[in-house]
């Protein structure tokens, strides 16, 4: 590394987020200087086609010049105002109108009513989880407080959505999770089915699990159950047949709020606008963030629907204030940078688009079904998980200590190709622009990624 230079600098001062920082000390990482389309270059200028679209979110790539012309718009009209002490600004109004125009809502299903926005997915869980809170307190339950999430769910780092993740990493020697949280099985039906269970089956018996994990608890004591449509930190996890549907049923019978988190799925990822349009969710509030704004600037919504909203009014009448909010919460420039990202989305039928290549997507990676590391390969839309295995017959998993994971990983980052690695699963969430040669392109460093590491 070349003294004083900016990449030096930057591993001499800045704590990076989710690294080993001892490893990070001794070796040092990468510095992205520039983006173009799908692709991301580094300050020694290699260039990375970003199959993770960043963090699972810049949905439009990394060259949108229609984004920044609507910050640089914004910034010289309003540059900041709040949404503090009933005062607002168009921006904001705006957007929650187109978001609640284009909110999921399902056959039966209580519409989206009202907007919050947030700065982060992590913010916006955060806010639901006090928000069931506040409301079983509002409707005279008090005591349905606890909240349950799902093992390797993932919904944030702050001290509730942390507790919230069923990620063991993120718990340990950080005193977490708090004892409110609780954690049901996670439904991933590749690695953890029965010898001849169908996913309906298997689904059943998660279910079956979720019911047990209430009724221990005892029902009075649930307030929420969080889950991401498709778990994206856990591993690219699409959910087994019939799984949402039978949770949903439980949920209902014992009168616990759902909140789908839709923080990764959200804004086309799954081939739908919504996850929970692709897998028929109900949910009492919708947390979105990521590609809202196609992640050119941090901005994140809850939506919930009236019937929260009006507890939200009682308990607003009874204490005086409604005693929540943060500075930046509704940013105008972000706002704003969100509004052009939906005028995209419509203009260039960004959804359209994923539909299309999608197939080619999911067929590119699955033609690495045969190959040795290679168990299963899974996916919808423009999200898809492969995962490795020792034994492709017995589904036997490598040996932590092989780590193939960060093993296919780094090969992949020297094939010009980034990727997630999760465990003994890799993740494919690319921009939602990504175009047929470019999917061909990913395939290819992929597989020479995967020779090299067998
Ligand atoms: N929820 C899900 C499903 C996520 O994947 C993430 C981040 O990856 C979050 C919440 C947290 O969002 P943020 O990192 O913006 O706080």
Redesign the pocket.
Known sequence: MIPNSMRARDRAYVVHQQTNLRSFEDEGGLLITGGDGVYVVDDEGRRYLEAMAG??SASLGFSEKRLAEAAHRQMQTLPFYHVFHARGHEPAAELAEALLAIAPCAPGAEPMARVMFHC????A?DTAIKLVWYYHNAIGKPAKKKIIGRVRG????TVA?ASLSGNATMHAEFDLPLPIFRHTENPDYYRFHEEGESEEAFSRRMADRLEELILREGPDTIGAFFA?PVQ??GGAITPPARYFELVQAILKKYEILFIA?E??CGFGRTGNMWGSQTYELRPDMI?C??ALSASYQPI?ALMLTQRIHDAMLDQSAKLGNFSHGFTFAAHPVACAVALETLRIYEADDTLGHVRAVSPLFLEALSRFRDHPLVGDVRGVGLFAGVEMVADKATRRPFAPEWKVGERVQRACMGNGLFVRSIVDRIAFTPPLIIRPGEIEDMAARFGAALDEVL
């Open positions: 963090m699972w982060s997915g992590s913010e869980n993932y919904h944030g780092s959505t991401e994206g930190g988190d923080v990764i947390s963030g990521k994140s």
